[in-house]
């Protein structure tokens, strides 16, 4: 009973560890950049200050926010750089109760998943803020200060950043479907034209009321959806073909009423008569006297 107990508080207490040595890190990059949090911020809001009307300028309308806003940018980029030892600490943690055939398949698709996501954010920060933006200051209206809040605009870009880090994850997704034999890929052809049409309302509620991030993120999520569909190929699991009865297994037996002779066809027997049946046992009655003869001398 103690066993099992034991194993219990064993993988709690690595736990345990591991979260503290992620936490250590993401702690200890956010030590080292602490004093560029201004800057990150700037970098951060650098595609919104680029659009800005002439003059225009960032505000604050919380007491606090001119603080707590630069904090959290400098937390969540620690937190980013810190992801490829945090992911390091959860494999380190997860791969001793794989199977080997597990590992060759989660790791590239972990490594995968991590690059696809920063790949989405890069997608979002460079095309399309600018784009967004852009599009804002051409129909403000004239007179109007478009300005916004620094706290606001970070929860712009967050969400912003998760939308697009997660529509990229759509050919990992993919694959894992198809590898797990959930969907094959015939199945996935045919939903095109729903997954299409679902793009666009993720678009629609992800994104700001425009039309042109809305195609943003409905355009690439269909290209990754079709590209998920050409990487499943080198996957997919081909299906089992049936399985032939082994050559060493008898041949199925006839009926009793076929089990006759070979020599004689089924068809061409028939019985014999009486004078038939009794010149039979006569001939057989004869060659057993025979036989008998030179015993008895």
Not at 201 to 209: C, S
């Amino acid at each position: 009973m103690n066993q099992p107990e034991e194993s219990f508080l064993t993988h709690l207490f690595e736990l345990r560890d591991r979260l503290i040595r992620a936490l250590l890190a993401v702690g200890i990059l956010f030590i080292c950049l602490f004093p560029w949090s201004k800057e990150l911020y700037t970098l951060l809001a650098q595609p919104l200050l680029d659009t800005l009307p002439k003059g225009g300028q960032m505000i604050a309308t919380d007491v606090v926010g001119v603080f707590l806003v630069p904090m959290k940018v400098t937390m969540m980029v620690a937190f980013l750089g810190a992801l490829p030892y945090v992911l390091y600490q959860v494999w380190a943690f997860v791969a001793p109760g794989l199977y080997s055939h597990e590992k060759r398949l989660a790791l590239p698709l972990v490594t995968a998943s991590v690059v696809l996501f920063f790949c989405g954010m890069a997608f979002a920060y460079f095309l399309v803020f600018p784009t967004v933006f852009g599009f804002m200051a051409g129909i403000a209206p004239e007179g109007v200060a478009w300005m916004t809040d620094i706290d606001k605009y970070l929860s712009f870009v967050l969400s912003t950043f998760v939308a697009f880090g997660v529509t990229f994850e759509v050919p990992v997704i993919v694959i894992v479907l198809v590898k797990m034999g959930v969907v094959t890929i015939p199945k996935l052809k045919e939903w095109r034209p729903y997954v299409i049409v679902g793009a666009f309302v993720i678009g629609a509620v992800f994104t700001p009321p425009d039309v042109v991030s809305q195609i943003m993120l409905a355009v690439p999520l269909c290209l990754l959806y079709e590209l998920g569909i050409l990487l499943s190929r080198f996957v997919v699991v081909a299906p089992r073909a049936e399985q032939a009865p082994p050559a060493s297994d008898p041949a199925p037996t006839a009926p009793a009423a076929q089990s006759v002779s070979p020599s004689v066809p089924p068809s061409d027997w028939n019985p014999m008569s009486d004078a038939e049946m009794d010149q039979a046992v006569s001939d057989q009655a004869q060659q057993r006297g025979d036989v008998t003869k030179p015993g008895e001398r």
